[in-house]
């Protein structure tokens, strides 16, 4: 069956696929590693998007989040505020043009991605410079071209084929161009602090151009056990701290095999773990209490362990009853071992723990989706979860938007040297999208 809009957007996305990838590679030349990982800030490729945003005729607003008014409105972000606030750190948002006002804020669609990066790591990791953005092989290389500069150049550029196709749309659409997404995800609050909502968000994430209305939550522990310090030469006299840790770990680790086999998520079901937990730290020796002194590390039996663990949350886990799930089964390890039941370990959750966040696969932004996905030609895959955390989480538990991940790219190659985005998977996406936004939004003026 002939699909009038689908070759419509093909014809405009090929249109506008070279400008596309051009933005795309002047936005990873623009450094935006966010100041957490001793980047310099997000304002000078902000000022990009607000450029591309205007081109395409939308209504630009461009404002600094405000951390206080953040920490009063949302209690749970305020351990993870930057301590400098967002002085020249401004979230840029556009209204793409649309038939429809948009009543106090109220959109009908929300396309929201962040701008900021991680570091580069090890700049000698990397086949090309981090800030390069060479096309290679059919891909774009560079910092930020999967996580998530791409995602952005995705909705700018559906954005991009639906103007040259002179498909207007009816209902309003924000697309929120967000700051702080990888160490607070403050730029999306701060954008529900300023009232945007809609009826549904696509967070542009790299999920591999797979519909994603799930992302998972988190919490992390950290477990200080002490043992007793010896002598090596006599080291049956010590207690080791690092072996009477590592029960926890283990206990950690069935649990999470355990939550898997009997608290597994449907959304979560194809990936190839639902629970991801992870043994992030281990500090050992006398230099875990920061007093080297004579006795360095190796010249004793360790006397304190440390360790840090992640606990990834899905479904409709919550973080205070996963803490008491997890301390109950450590507890179980303490009451088995006679030195730990008279030295319990001490047990901190790092504040900061959050939710997972599940949209309905029902949801019509999910099936639109979805068929724009099998309009655009892309193999039929069933909704599944994102195996990272998102701003989806702040837009669906905050601000009750029901959010979907969708966007190009493999997370497997962000956050690592070497980073690079398909330039197909870039054109594939711009189709999707542009194909669900006249869906779900509806067409004010005709495309032909
Ligand atoms: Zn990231």
């Not at 002939?2 to 070279?18: F, G």
């Not at 937990?277 to 360790?302: C, E, F, Y």
């Not at 919550?318 to 799930?325: F, H, I, K």
Request: one cysteine or more; hydrophobic letters at 45%; aromatic letters at 6%.
């Amino acid at each position: 069956m002939r699909d009038d809009l689908a070759d419509a957007v093909r014809e405009a996305t090929a249109a506008v696929l070279d400008e596309t990838i051009a933005g795309l590679q002047d936005a990873i030349r623009t450094n935006s590693t966010n100041p957490a990982s001793g980047g310099p800030g997000e304002a000078d490729c902000q000022a990009l998007v607000a450029a591309a945003l205007r081109r395409l005729d939308c209504r630009v607003e461009i404002w600094e989040p405000d951390a206080a008014a953040l920490a009063q409105r949302f209690p749970f972000i305020r351990a993870s505020l930057p301590p400098a606030g967002f002085e020249d750190r401004p979230n840029v948002v556009g209204w793409l043009p649309a038939a429809e006002p948009a009543p106090d804020g109220r959109a009908h669609l929300i396309l929201n991605t962040h701008v900021d990066t991680v570091a580069p790591g090890d700049a000698t990791a990397w086949r090309r410079p981090p800030f390069d953005a060479a096309v290679d092989d059919g891909q774009v290389v560079g910092l930020g071209a999967v996580d998530a500069k791409g995602c952005l150049f995705a909705f700018l550029g559906a954005a991009a084929a639906l103007r040259h196709a002179q498909i207007r749309l009816r209902r309003p659409v924000m697309l929120q161009a967000v700051v702080d997404e990888e160490a607070s995800g403050a730029g999306t609050l701060d954008c529900l602090r300023r009232g945007y909502t809609a009826t549904a968000a696509v967070v542009g994430e790299p999920t591999g151009l797979r519909v994603c209305p799930a992302s998972r939550g988190a919490a992390h522990l950290r477990l200080r056990v002490v043992g007793r310090g010896a002598h090596p030469g006599e080291g049956w006299r010590g207690v080791n701290a690092i072996r009477k840790a590592w029960q926890y770990v283990e206990a950690l680790d069935r649990l999470r095999d355990e939550l898997d086999r009997t608290r597994m998520h449907p959304l979560w079901a194809p990936l190839s773990a639902g629970h991801v937990w992870n043994l992030l730290a281990i500090h050992a020796g006398p230099a875990a209490d920061g007093t080297t002194g004579a006795a360095g590390p190796a010249r004793s039996v360790p006397d304190v362990c440390e360790v840090h663990y992640g606990i990834g949350l899905i479904g409709d886990e919550r973080p205070e009853a996963m803490r008491a799930t997890v301390e109950a089964a450590l507890a179980e390890v303490t009451r088995g071992d006679a030195w730990l039941a008279d030295h319990p370990p001490e047990l901190t959750w790092r504040p900061g723990g959050f939710e997972p966040a599940v949209t309905d696969p029902m949801h019509p932004a999910v099936l639109g989706l979805l068929d724009a996905a099998a309009a655009a030609g892309l193999d039929p895959s069933p909704p599944q979860a994102f195996s990272a955390a998102t701003d989806g989480r702040h837009l669906t538990n905050a601000g009750g938007i029901p959010a979907v991940n969708f966007g190009p790219g493999a997370v497997h190659r962000a956050h690592s040297p070497n980073e690079a985005l398909p330039v197909e998977e870039l054109r594939r996406a711009m189709e999707v999208l542009a194909i669900f936004l006249a869906r779900f939004c509806g067409i004010a003026a005709a495309y032909c």
